[in-house]
C-alpha cells in the first residue's frame, strides 16, 4: 500500500520557469490538499480539493493553480516560479478535512 | 494571523524526562486537535489527536491535555527517549456535517531528547 505518492523529490528550477509537482493516492481518500513547509512558519495550505472536479484556495494560494480530475491524483502547477516559492512542498489525503491526514514525504523546491 | 500558536520553537530533554509543548488557539469553532510528528526527510504523521468532548487522552508516553474555557492543549512526551526526537506540529480544525473544514497547523517545535 503506497499511501500518498510525490514526485519529483527534489527539483531546482530557474526564476520564470514553470512545473508541475504531481501527488497521487491509492487510499480511495476524498480530501486531498497540498500544504508549503517553510522554517519558523509550519504547514501552510495552498490548496485543497473535497472530490474530484471540486477544488478550493487555502491560506497562500497565489502563483499557484491545481485541478482535481480523479480521485487519485492531485497535481500542483507553478505557472512562473519566483524565488519566494521555494520551499517544501508536502501533499496530503484523508477521507474528510476532519480526519487524520495522510502525507506524503515531500518535494524540495529550490528556485534560483 | 496567527490562529493556532506553538511554543516552544525549539526544545532539548534529556533521555527519560518529560517533553511538553504547548499550544493555544483563537477560534472557539475549532474542535478537532491533532498532534503530527515529522522526522527529517519526512512527512508528517499523525501521533495523537482529541476532540473537546474530553481534557485528556493518552496513547502509550504521549498524552494531550485540554483546557477548553483557557483555549490551549498540550503534548506530554513522557519517558522521553532519543527515537522521540523529531518536529512536532500541533494543528485545529473545525467540525462540520460536510467534515471539509481545513487545519490549521502551529509553527512546529523541533524536539531533540539527549542521553
Known amino acids: 500500500n503506497a499511501g500518498v505518492t510525490q514526485t519529483p523529490k527534489f527539483q531546482v528550477l530557474k526564476t520564470g520557469q514553470s512545473m508541475t509537482l504531481q501527488c497521487a493516492q491509492d487510499?480511495?481518500?476524498?480530501?486531498m490538499s497540498w500544504y508549503r513547509q517553510d522554517p519558523g512558519m509550519g504547514l501552510r495550505l495552498i490548496h485543497y480539493s473535497v472530490g474530484a472536479g471540486i477544488t478550493d484556495q487555502g491560506e497562500v494560494p497565489n502563483g499557484y493553480n491545481v485541478s482535481r480530475s480523479t480521485t487519485e491524483d492531485f497535481p500542483l502547477r507553478l505557472l512562473s516560479a519566483a524565488p519566494s516559492q521555494t520551499s517544501v512542498y508536502f501533499c496530503?489525503?484523508?477521507?474528510?478535512?476532519?480526519?487524520?491526514?495522510?502525507f506524503g514525504d515531500g518535494t524540495r523546491l529550490s528556485i534560483l | 494571523q496567527q490562529q493556532v500558536k506553538q511554543s516552544p520553537q525549539s526544545l532539548i530533554v534529556q533521555k527519560g524526562g518529560i517533553s511538553i509543548i504547548n499550544c493555544a488557539y483563537e477560534?472557539?469553532?475549532?474542535?478537532?486537535f491533532p498532534w503530527y510528528q515529522q522526522f527529517p526527510g519526512k512527512g508528517p504523521a499523525l501521533l495523537i489527536a482529541i476532540r473537546p468532548d474530553v481534557s485528556e487522552k493518552k496513547e502509550g508516553r504521549f498524552t494531550i491535555s485540554f483546557n477548553k474555557s483557557a483555549k490551549q492543549f498540550s503534548l506530554h512526551i513522557m519517558d522521553s527517549q532519543p527515537g522521540d526526537s523529531a518536529t512536532y506540529f500541533c494543528a485545529a480544525s473545525p467540525s462540520s456535517i460536510s467534515g471539509n473544514e481545513k487545519l490549521t497547523f502551529g509553527t512546529g517545535t523541533r524536539l531533540t531528547i539527549i542521553p
Open positions: 487510499m480511495n481518500h476524498e480530501y
Open positions: 477560534n472557539t469553532a475549532f474542535d478537532y
Open positions: 496530503a489525503s484523508s477521507r474528510r478535512g476532519d480526519q487524520p491526514q495522510h
